[in-house]
C-alpha cells in the first residue's frame, strides 16, 4: 500500500500523522505494520497537513517515523447472511472462536444513509405477544424505546423472550449490540442464547469496557450495519438491542476529551447531540422493512436531567421500565405499569377499545395504590361496595399481565405462552366488567389466555 504520511506523536488514544498529501479525509482508516503487528486508526481531526487518529487498539510497541498508509474501504463489517449466529468486535473481527469467515461482501459501517423519501411513517405495531408489553407499551415497527430497570430485575429474560416471539411470528432476526459492556455479562448472555437456541437467530457486536473509547464508540455503528443488511437485504422487520446507549456517549467523551476539545457542561462533547442523531436516525421503517431498538440506558447518579439522558431520550418512543418492587411480588415481567409508556397508545394507531381499556386499567390500578394504604390503617371491612370492587378486579388484572416465557420454562416448569393481543383485550375487558368477580384471584397468575 502507498505511504500517506509517517507519525509524529503517540499517545494512548491519539496518534498524530504528517500527511504527504491532501487524499485523507475524517474517518478514513489508515494502518501501519511494525514487527509482524499491524496497527490500525481512525482518522478523527485535519489541521492543515497534520490528521489526529484514534487507535482501535493498544499501541505498545509502536515507534515515531513509521510510514502509514490508507485502508482501502475504511471501517467495514461483515455485509452477508455469514452474520447470523457470530459474536463481533466493533472492528468487524469474530470474537466467538468459532472458524474465521470466509467473506462475501463487507460494508462500511457509515455508508447507510436513510433518505427522507425512503421512511416509512405508516407502521402497523410489532406484537410480542407478551400481555403487559404489547397492552402497555407497544413497539410499532420503526420505534425507539428506552429499557430501563436494575440488576437482577428481569432485563435480560425479557430481551431473550422479545427476540424467540419476534423470530416465531414474524421469521425476523435479531442484533444485540454491546457498548461498554462487562466481558462477564457478554459471555453470559452468549451462553445464554446457546443454551436457549437463540444464537443463530441473531448476530451480535461486542465494545467491550475494557477496550479503549474507539471500540467502544464503534459497536454501534457496526451493530447498525448488521442491522441495515438484515433490513435492506433480508426485507426483514429487525430488533436491535443496545446495551447502554450511555456509554457510547460517554466513549465519545474520551475521545473528545484526549483530541482537547472544549467541553460542554459535565464533560460532554460539543457534539454530542449530533452524534445521537447520527445513531438514531438510522433506526428506521423502510418500504422493505424495519428497524425497531431497545435501548437501555445508563442514568448518571439517578439523575433522570443529565444532558446526554435528556439528548437520549429526546429521540425515543417510548420506554418500558423494570422494577425491582414489581419483581420481589413474584411478578414477572416485572414491568412497572405506570412508568412505561408508548407513544403507540393512540387510538389511531391502536385503535379506541385499546387506548381506552389502558385509561381504564390505570385508573383501576392508581385506585389500588390507595386503597391499599387505606385497608393498611382501616381493613378491607372500611371500603365501600364499589372500592372493594375495585380492589379484588385491581388485583386479578395485576396477576393476569404475569406471564409464562419460552425462555423460562427449564427454571418454572411452566409451557411458555404467546398472547394475541386482541384476546387480551378481551380478558382485559371482561376483569373490568366483572365477568371473573366470582373466580379466585389465584387463577389469573402464570396463565396465557382466561379461555384455556
Not at 118 to 131: H, M, Q, R, V, Y
Not at 140 to 167: C, D, F, P, R, S
Not at 257 to 268: D, M
Not at 343 to 348: L, M, R
Request: charged share 30%.
Amino acid at each position: 500500500m502507498e505511504s500517506i504520511g509517517k507519525i509524529l506523536e503517540i499517545s494512548e488514544l491519539n496518534v498524530k500523522i504528517l500527511l504527504y498529501d491532501n487524499k485523507i479525509k475524517i474517518k478514513d482508516v489508515v494502518t501501519c505494520k511494525m514487527e509482524e503487528k499491524e496497527y490500525e486508526f481512525e482518522v478523527v481531526e485535519i489541521e492543515e497537513n497534520i490528521a489526529y487518529a484514534i487507535p482501535f487498539e493498544r499501541v505498545i510497541g509502536l515507534k515515531k517515523g513509521i510510514e502509514v498508509a490508507k485502508k482501502k474501504d475504511g471501517l467495514t463489517m461483515e455485509y452477508s447472511d455469514n452474520i447470523l449466529g457470530r459474536v463481533f468486535s466493533p472492528y468487524g473481527k469474530t470474537i466467538d472462536n468459532e472458524k474465521k469467515i470466509k467473506s462475501i461482501q463487507t460494508k462500511n459501517v457509515y455508508e447507510r444513509r436513510v433518505g427522507i423519501e425512503e421512511i416509512s411513517i405508516n407502521n402497523e405495531p410489532l406484537w410480542t405477544g407478551i400481555k403487559a408489553l404489547d397492552f402497555f407499551a407497544p413497539l410499532q415497527k420503526g420505534y425507539k424505546m428506552g429499557l430501563l430497570g436494575g440488576a437482577g430485575v428481569g432485563k435480560t429474560v425479557l430481551i431473550k423472550e422479545i427476540i424467540n416471539n419476534v423470530y416465531k411470528k414474524f421469521r425476523s432476526n435479531a442484533v444485540f449490540v454491546g457498548v461498554g459492556e462487562r466481558s462477564r455479562e457478554g459471555k453470559e448472555l452468549y451462553d445464554e442464547m446457546e443454551k436457549d437456541e437463540l444464537l443463530d437467530k441473531m448476530a451480535m457486536v461486542f465494545g467491550q469496557m475494557g477496550e479503549n473509547p474507539c471500540a467502544r464508540s464503534k459497536a454501534v455503528y457496526s451493530g447498525l450495519t448488521l442491522a441495515e443488511y438484515l433490513r435492506d437485504e433480508k426485507k426483514q422487520d429487525v430488533l436491535i438491542f443496545i446495551d447502554n446507549i450511555y456509554r457510547f456517549v460517554q466513549a465519545k467523551s474520551e475521545i473528545s476529551t484526549e483530541l482537547k476539545r472544549v467541553p460542554i457542561e459535565n464533560g460532554y462533547p460539543t457534539t454530542m447531540a449530533s452524534d445521537i442523531s447520527e445513531v438514531e436516525e438510522r433506526i428506521n421503517s423502510t418500504g422493505d422493512g424495519s428497524i425497531t431498538s431497545f435501548q437501555a440506558i445508563y442514568i448518571p447518579a439517578d439523575d433522570i436531567t443529565d444532558e446526554a439522558v435528556q439528548a437520549i431520550s429526546t429521540h425515543l418512543d417510548g420506554q418500558v421500565v423494570l422494577d425491582r418492587k414489581v419483581a420481589e411480588k413474584g411478578i414477572y415481567p416485572a414491568i412497572n405499569v405506570f412508568k412505561s409508556n408508548s407513544k403507540a397508545i393512540d387510538p389511531e394507531i391502536v385503535g379506541d377499545k385499546h387506548y381506552d381499556l389502558v385509561q381504564e386499567t390505570l385508573r383501576y390500578l392508581v385506585r389500588y395504590n390507595e386503597l391499599e394504604e387505606i385497608i393498611a390503617v382501616l381493613g378491607i371491612d372500611e371500603l365501600s361496595e364499589e372500592d372493594r370492587k375495585i380492589f379484588y378486579r385491581s388485583r386479578k388484572l395485576r396477576n393476569y399481565f404475569t406471564q409464562p416465557l419460552f425462555v423460562s420454562e427449564n427454571y418454572t416448569g411452566i409451557k411458555g405462552k404467546m398472547v394475541d393481543i386482541k384476546d387480551a383485550l378481551i380478558d382485559i375487558e371482561d376483569i373490568l366488567k366483572g365477568k371473573y368477580d366470582e373466580v379466585d384471584e389465584g387463577e389469573f397468575l402464570y396463565r396465557g389466555t382466561m379461555n384455556e
